[in-house]
């Protein structure tokens, strides 16, 4: 999840992607990243099943189009990932307005 687009593109993305913002975009794409849509705290992020943090490797030594391969062109929403527990909604709305505060 990018939470701060603008911090994003213009100090981290230049010390690892010679690309603009569309292009790096572009690229989850078509390494096989889905965009999780729908309401929840994640709507936006990108999501791979081979990609997980804590679990590198899942992806490791995969070419573009295994990655691709690994992962449907669409996700119906009620088959999307949900990394939040539903009892878990007040810390997880209370951690969203820390990152805004941060971000402001």
Known sequence: MIHDRPH???SIMPHYFKSKFTSFR???RNHGFAQIGGNSWD???YYHKLFLRD???LCQGLTQEQM???MPEWIPVE???RFYPKDNHESVVAAAAMVSLKSS
């Open 8 to 10: 994003f593109s213009n």
């Open 55 to 57: 679990e590198p490797l």
């Open 79 to 81: 088959d999307e990932p």
């Open 68 to 70: 691709k391969k690994a």
């Open 26 to 28: 572009q690229s989850l």
């Open 43 to 45: 709507e936006g992020a």
